[in-house]
């Protein structure tokens, strides 16, 4: 299964720059190359952030550029959105029973759970009773499936100064839920850091982020307020099957300097 991770795009009406970046250039890069080199993708991903502030009228760039996808989608709130306006701009994005953007899909890699972590004038993620609700059914519903989770929020702790404030407050509920799964958690997939992070929990489950397709950090994991910067527009493949996942990130317009040599062996 090939899925494409798109994250925190950060959109605003057209023309509005964020952090130095034109998050609305910065996207349509991005969808006009997943367009064309990757049709052939199962899902799209967007995992949260989409809007900068929420906007309508950002929310109706964001359908006008994922118009030209020709797969599934899959769209995840960040802080940054609007919980009403994005439900207005997207009604047909599943829901669960209580309004929260938070779906699965089964596949033949076993089961994708995206998780909904906004709460609207919080910068961190909140997963209350509410919603561990869902959590708890539909990975007792996924039976002998292995899971793949989707949420904007990283629900560990990510040793990044500038997010040790802001990241999940949920005391750690998520977690411990998710390594109660028998069958086990191929991978927990975030955004909400803007910078490329890999790693592996106590107990086994690996986790990664994604560049941001706007503005990002330069990376600086101690410094509570490091510096924004731009950079060409990125997303991630995702191989998803049953022997793992792996994710490839991509950065749109890289210019060429060469060719790599054929490999004749040894
Ligand atoms: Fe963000
Ligand atoms: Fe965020």
Redesign the pocket.
């Given at each position: 299964m090939k899925i494409i991770q798109l994250?925190?795009t950060?959109l605003m009406p057209s023309g509005i720059v964020v952090n130095g970046v034109d998050p609305e250039r910065q996207l349509r890069a991005a969808v006009a190359d997943i367009v064309e080199k990757h049709s052939d993708a199962d899902l799209l991903v967007m995992t949260?952030?989409l809007c900068n502030h929420g906007d309508p009228e950002a929310y109706a760039i964001l359908k006008d550029i994922l118009a030209a996808v020709p797969f599934e989608i899959r769209l995840m709130l960040?802080?940054?959105d609007d919980r009403r306006n994005f439900v207005a701009a997207f009604p047909d994005q599943p829901r669960d029973d209580n309004g929260f953007i938070q779906s699965f899909i089964d596949t033949d890699a076993g089961r994708l759970m995206f998780l909904d972590s906004h709460e609207a004038g919080v910068i961190g993620g909140i997963y209350g009773d509410d919603r561990l609700e869902w959590l708890e059914r539909t990975l007792a519903t996924a039976g002998d499936l292995p899971v793949t989770v989707f949420i904007?929020h990283p629900p560990m702790d990510t040793r990044i100064a500038h997010f040790e404030h802001i990241g999940m407050h949920d005391d750690g509920a998520i977690m411990q839920r998710l390594h109660r799964h028998a069958p086990g958690v191929r991978h927990i997939v975030f955004?909400?850091?803007?910078i490329p992070l890999a790693g592996t929990t106590a107990e086994g489950i690996a986790y990664s982020a994604g560049q941001?397709c706007?503005h990002r950090f330069i990376t600086d994991v101690d410094s509570p307020t490091p510096l924004w910067t731009g950079g060409n527009p990125c997303y991630r493949i995702i191989d998803l099957d049953r022997t793992g996942l792996r994710a490839y990130g991509v950065e749109v317009g890289e210019a060429a300097t060469g060719r790599a040599p054929v490999c004749e062996g040894p």
């Open positions: 994250t925190d950060h949260g952030d960040g802080n940054h904007h955004g909400h850091i803007h941001a706007s």
